[in-house]
């Protein structure tokens, strides 16, 4: 079942996921994601972004599926700079610094340990979703005087809602 998009400035949006120990229970909440990511046309989804407080994301690029279950990022390299946008925060859009080549390790759905290399924009969209995991948002890479005139578009957007 699709869930709610949780929106800036939701709380949960800046609290640091907690680590996934039991994994008898997440099958239907990935299955929510999915849903939810696909309902809201996003490639990344994150845990928190539908108010649930957990280290878990799924990801689509290219036809290729990822779900990661307390990832960690071992290896970058390189950095480009490209525009993101973010579900969480809409109708915003920033250039973001992101490595090109990561080195991910985590589980699986089922607690299996799992090791990814991604590269273009599934490096990018990982990367995303993992700041989600740690409370970490995209106004938080802009300037802080920019940082405050998008605070104060997301709260006008969110009145209007």
Request: with cysteine; aromatic share 6%; hydrophobic share 40%.
């Amino acid at each position: 079942m699709a869930r709610e998009i949780k929106i800036f400035p939701d709380y949960i949006l800046r609290e640091k996921a907690a680590e996934v120990e039991e994994f008898n229970d997440i099958g239907d909440l990935i299955e929510d994601m999915w849903e939810t990511m696909y309902t809201c046309k996003g490639i990344g989804l994150a845990a928190p972004q539908i108010g649930i407080g957990k280290r878990i994301f799924v990801a689509e690029v290219d036809q290729k599926k990822l779900i990661m279950v307390n990832p960690v990022i071992v290896h970058k390299e390189d950095e480009e700079l490209m525009e993101e946008g973010c579900l969480s925060l809409p109708e915003i859009y920033l250039p973001i610094p992101r490595a090109s080549f990561i080195e991910v390790e985590g589980l699986n759905e089922k607690g299996e340990r799992i090791r990814v290399e991604a590269e273009g924009l599934l490096s990018r969209v990982i990367q995303h979703e993992i700041d989600h995991l740690e409370g970490v948002l995209i106004i938080d890479y802009a300037r802080p005087a920019k940082r405050v005139k998008l605070e104060k578009l997301l709260k006008e957007l969110n009145r209007r809602r």
